[in-house]
């Protein structure tokens, strides 16, 4: 499966997989422009696996205010795109609520993103799916530029929870 930048514009706006259930983050915080492949199966552990990406702008918001005359893209937005895109798979896979990041185990971060940077990369690999007491996906993430592992988080959770708790 695939999704354009259209399409990813749609899931920020609620209602993409169904109403009250999981959506990304529309305007500034959205961290994706293209989820490139989405699957079930595959991936390290054989229970999904993504892939998406981001186009570098050298005026996106974040490059004026993280540094002063030492522009980077902050290392948690790499970070909340992986979340983001877990939640994606719990919505794509039928599972309601909306999606909440719950945490991660190890991160690292071995490389920056400068302003013309040109794209990044993500990478998902799904490690499991919980239904119940809460619906919840674990995964492992990385963000790669120039084919380049620059950051890497292990035990990404994301919850649905339901209506307001």
Not at 31 to 56: C, F, N, P, V, W
Request: glycine share 16%; hydrophobic share 40%; with cysteine.
């Amino acid at each position: 499966m695939q999704y354009s930048k259209a399409q990813v514009l749609e899931m920020g706006e609620g209602g993409f997989f169904g109403e009250g259930n999981a959506q990304l983050p529309n305007s500034n915080m959205l961290m994706i422009d293209e989820i490139s492949h989405l699957s079930k199966t595959g991936g390290d552990y054989g229970r999904g696996q993504l892939k998406a990406s981001l186009e570098i702008h050298p005026d996106q918001w974040f490059f004026s205010c993280h540094f002063k005359n030492d522009p980077v893209m902050p290392g948690c937005l790499g970070l909340d795109a992986l979340w983001q895109l877990l939640g994606v798979f719990l919505g794509w896979s039928g599972l309601s609520g909306k999606g909440r990041a719950l945490g991660a185990g190890q991160v690292k971060f071995s490389g920056q993103v400068f302003p013309d940077a040109g794209s990044i990369d993500y990478l998902l690999h799904v490690k499991r799916v919980i239904t119940k007491p809460l619906a919840m996906g674990i995964a492992d993430g990385k963000v790669i530029h120039n084919g380049k592992v620059i950051y890497q988080a292990d035990n990404l959770k994301v919850g649905l929870i339901q209506g307001n708790d």
